[in-house]
């Protein structure tokens, strides 16, 4: 997922951490439409290609995550509004699914946080673990 959002800068990147239950064993990478620098636009016919591996595998989306190439770790207010309206993701994802974000300003250590955002636009952090048996295996704590 990082090396994703790395080569995506100065662009926000974006995708999905797809697994079972609650251990994350992929990122998918989703191309970014918006020419925005601060902002990301899942393309929707990328998604939907992407849905349909995901679903092959046996696997479910646990997280939709995005970079900060600078700024903060954490949703901007257009991130939480996007969310309950992007028709291109078939919202409501954002009940149950993971908001992960990942702050890029420091190369040598990025940070990564996970949220889930509630109706009304309340956010709330989610404890994330890397498990370290496989590589980059993410899993959401509750
Ligand atoms: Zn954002």
Not at 36 to 59: C, G, Y
Request: aromatic share 10%.
């Amino acid at each position: 997922m990082l090396d994703h959002f790395g080569r995506e800068l100065p662009r926000e990147g974006c995708g999905f951490l797809a697994g079972s239950r609650n251990l994350a064993h992929r990122f998918y990478p989703i191309h970014n439409q918006t020419p925005d620098l601060r902002r990301f636009a899942m393309d929707p016919l990328h998604v939907k290609r992407t849905e349909v591996s995901i679903f092959r595998r046996n696997q479910r989306i646990l997280a939709i995550c995005h970079s900060h190439p600078e700024g903060e770790c954490y949703p901007s207010r257009w991130d939480i509004e996007s969310a309950f309206f992007d028709p291109a993701l078939r919202w409501p994802y954002w009940e149950k699914e993971v908001q992960i974000i990942a702050l890029l300003s420091d190369p040598e250590a990025p940070r990564v946080r996970g949220f889930r955002y509630r109706v009304g636009g309340e956010v709330e952090e989610v404890g994330l673990e890397t498990v370290a048996t496989e590589v980059g295996n993410i899993s959401t704590s509750p």
